[in-house]
């Protein structure tokens, strides 16, 4: 058995056989529910104009797998439905993602500023926590 084979039928450690350690902390019918419902969301993001505007004070969405949840961002610019942003590199994480929205946050604990191309599917309005 050649190495690539090894890796591709898990009997090798690898990226390829290296199993999830994070089980659901939810019920398995209530996870496929919340897919679902992204899923309707994700339709009406690939199918209708952008929800936001420039100057929108917007956050990702907590359950999206973004380390700035929770993070007041600014939005910079849209792009038209007609020109979507796509990755060009196949391996990379964000390969085939419709960045439609450059976004502004603090990074680094608040000292510094980061501009990033994102999903506006991903963001929702910002919401004040409250003190």
């Known amino acids: ?15 390829i056989a290296v199993e999830m350690d994070d089980e659901l902390k939810i019920p398995t019918e209530v996870a496929i529910e919340i897919l679902k419902e992204f899923k309707r969301e994700y339709g009406s993001f690939l199918n209708g104009p952008c929800k936001f505007i420039p100057g929108d004070i917007v956050m990702p969405m907590k359950g999206m797998g973004n380390i700035y949840a929770g993070r007041p961002h600014i939005v910079l610019e849209t792009l038209k439905p007609d020109a979507p ?47």
Request: glycine share 10%; proline share 6%.
């Open 85 to 131: 942003y796509f990755c060009e590199d196949p391996a990379s994480s964000g390969y085939g993602r419709r960045a439609d929205i450059r976004v502004m946050a603090h990074v680094h604990g608040g000292d510094k500023v980061a501009m990033f191309w994102v999903e506006s599917f991903e963001f929702e309005k910002y919401v004040p926590k409250s003190e």
């Open 1 to 15: 058995m050649t190495a690539l084979e090894a890796l591709l039928s898990g009997a090798m450690p690898g990226p």
